[in-house]
């Protein structure tokens, strides 16, 4: 497969999200939070047939896991 990454940029729960989404074989697309220098990271993949469903898969459970944590005092 050529590599031909596209990244999607979400603001979820007051924070940005960089998401990148590969082709991993035909019709088959992985989505994961971008890795930057010095910060942590976890690779949480999602997948769906396009770049756009597998991104959107991994923005809806940000959403939702957002949504359980308390929003900082304003």
Do not use: K
């Amino acid at each position: 497969m050529p590599t031909l990454t596209q990244r999607f940029e979400q603001e979820i729960g007051g924070h940005l999200y960089v998401i990148e989404a590969s082709p991993i074989q035909a019709n088959r697309w992985r989505a994961q939070i971008a890795r930057r220098p010095g910060m942590p990271s976890a690779l949480m993949p999602f997948y769906g047939t396009t770049a756009d469903e597998a991104a959107t898969l991994l923005v809806r459970w940000l959403t939702m896991a957002h949504r359980g944590q308390p929003q900082p005092a304003p």
